[in-house]
């Protein structure tokens, strides 16, 4: 690519597990994010009370860690080998990022079922980035990205495509 400011990159990737209540499974839960990371999870809490679900505000519901750099990816390519190298379509947003989801943390390579733990599986969110969008984040001088800066959802799957060889299956 000639211009380096157009290159695309893996911002990070979000690993997310939702039990929906405190306790035993949602040590369980962060315990598998550990393993198949390699980070430390952190728990995930409520913002608001549903009375009919029993969920209040502040309460711990699941757990989640977030990859960046090289963890990122490599976690990524192995979580892609899971799924087959296949994603739906509908799995890209318009900004060009993707989520997919895995059926339990024992498809992994190399992980074998613990009865103690019980079957996981866990959301996968992975945002992407050109180099420059700091100025959307930073405190002083703030402003927006530039629409030709922008990722658009055919740039993210063509990045996607070349980078970790899937196939997108439009449905």
Excluded: C
Excluded at 67 to 82: D, I, Y
Excluded at 142 to 156: L, N
């Amino acid at each position: 690519m000639a211009n380096a400011m157009r290159r695309i990159r893996v911002e990070k990737v979000v690993v997310n597990i939702g039990v929906g209540e405190a306790g035993e499974k949602l040590l369980k839960a962060q315990r598998v994010l550990e393993m198949i990371t390699g980070q430390k999870a952190i728990q995930t809490i409520s913002k608001s009370t549903i009375r009919d679900w029993g969920i209040r505000e502040n309460m711990p519901l699941g757990a989640k860690v977030t990859l960046r750099r090289v963890r990122a990816e490599t976690f990524l390519k192995r979580a892609l080998a899971v799924r087959n190298n296949r994603l739906p379509g509908y799995s890209f947003d318009p900004q060009g990022n993707f989520s997919f989801g895995i059926q339990d943390y024992t498809d992994f390579e190399g992980m074998k079922y613990d009865p103690e733990i019980g079957v996981y599986g866990m959301d996968v969110s992975v945002v992407l980035e050109r180099p420059g969008y700091r100025i959307k984040r930073r405190r002083v001088a703030r402003a927006h990205i530039p629409p030709a800066h922008r990722i658009s959802r055919e740039q993210g799957i063509e990045f996607a495509k070349g980078r970790y060889g899937i196939e997108v299956v439009e449905s």
